[in-house]
């Protein structure tokens, strides 16, 4: 392992799933830019992502994203040292978009070039901002909507699978749930929204896989599913509506109650795993990390309940962005990885794979 200069800057791409980004990071941990184009809007008449429409997008948007992010600097490209991007997992189009991006202006310049796991790229985002980084051995929580896995990382590079979900990722079901409840896309902002103005109470039912850290979260997207059936029957019955033109609405209040419900069976479950698994791997501090950390309730809840400290990324790093690409590539160029011109995109890519 070979100590990178301090200031040592790297220009990232990220385009696996719907976010076009671009950023600059100095020395693994300081975000001088950090730019996300975003096509939510665009996917959301689909419900979810349509990966056709995601790639093309990619393409229209990735100069505009690179000139901002290299605005940030004053000397532009001559403040550039290495470059990376995603090469998985995700969407095998749209990462062919960034990573072929990367790889040119790589070879263009005349830069090294690291292909980075857009996993790791995840947990990377608890190094950001983040003065003294986080300490090894930590237990780490990754909930995104394509992945939900606890990982004890031992080292930099160095990773144990504790578990993961046997079905559903756990933003996967706060998106599903969402849209049996008629909220919008994407589910979890909806969802959190939707339970800070219910009334607390109610429950749902909790898998809790006894003995193992998996998760399993399609059973609890079934029950919410049945209890609106339920409601959407009861209301049908009391309006004497039976074979009306309109169907029933769901009421606000209902909807409200089983956000809630859903959401704190998900969050108790995810806390009750990992505050477990930190005394039991000698774990100095919990990292959380994708898209569903930034929860307000997962936050709470795992501050609360751990018995170390609490890492939480800020939550613009949470979701998609290429800050946490180019933290993650900062230490793989430290540990001397490159990648060559070869380098093609795994959809499957799994965590602790380069
Ligand atoms: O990490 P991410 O941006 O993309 C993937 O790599 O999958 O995660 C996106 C997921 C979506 O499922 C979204 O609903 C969820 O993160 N999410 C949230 C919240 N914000 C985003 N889930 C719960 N609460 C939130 N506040
Ligand atoms: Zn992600």
Redesign the pocket.
């Known amino acids: 392992m070979s100590e990178l200069p301090a200031d040592f800057t790297i220009l990232a791409l990220e385009t696996?799933?719907d976010e076009t980004a671009a950023a600059i990071v100095r020395g693994g941990r300081e975000v001088i830019s950090n730019v996300v184009a975003s096509q939510m809007a665009t996917h959301e008449r689909y419900g979810g992502v349509v990966p056709e429409i995601a790639s093309r997008q990619h393409i229209l948007s990735l100069a505009p994203v690179v000139r901002a992010a290299l605005a940030a600097l004053p000397n532009g490209w001559e403040g550039i040292d290495a470059i990376a991007a995603t090469h998985g997992p995700g969407l095998s189009g749209a990462l062919l978009t960034g990573l072929n991006a990367a790889k040119a202006m790589a070879w263009q310049r005349g830069l090294p070039f690291v292909a980075v796991n857009?996993l790791e790229a995840?947990l990377y985002a608890g190094w950001l901002g983040s003065d003294p980084p986080p300490p090894f051995p930590l237990v780490a929580l990754l909930v995104?909507?394509?992945?939900t896995l606890l990982a004890l990382i031992r080292d930099h590079g160095d990773y144990e699978l504790l578990g993961q979900t046997r079905d559903d990722a756990a933003?996967?079901a706060?998106?599903k749930v969402a849209r049996i409840l008629g909220l919008g896309y994407?589910?979890?902002?909806a969802?959190?929204a939707a339970a800070a103005k219910a009334t607390p109470g109610g429950m749902l039912p909790r898998a809790w896989l006894r003995d193992s850290f998996d998760f399993s979260f399609s059973g609890l997207k079934t029950a919410v599913l049945h209890r609106v059936q339920d409601r959407l029957a009861q209301m049908t019955r009391l309006s004497g509506r039976k074979g009306a033109a309109e169907a029933p609405q769901l009421d606000a209040a209902f909807v409200a109650q089983m956000a809630y419900a859903f959401q704190e069976s998900v969050v108790d479950v995810l806390v009750t795993k990992t505050v477990d698994a930190a005394p039991r791997y000698e774990a100095r501090a919990i990292l959380l990390a994708?898209?569903?950390a930034?929860?307000?309730r997962l936050r709470e809840e795992l501050a609360r309940r751990a018995s170390v400290p609490v890492r939480l990324p800020a939550l613009d790093l949470?979701?998609?962005n290429a800050a946490m690409v180019a933290a993650a590539a900062f230490y793989r160029f430290q540990a001397g990885v490159q990648h060559g011109w070869d380098t093609d995109v795994t959809a499957n890519l799994p965590l602790g794979s380069v």
């Not at 995104?144 to 992945?147: R, T």
């Not at 994407?186 to 902002?189: A, D, E, Q, R």
């Open positions: 696996s799933c857009h995840h995104s909507g394509g992945h933003g996967e706060f998106d994407p589910g979890g902002p969802i959190q994708g898209g569903v930034a929860n307000r949470c979701t998609d």
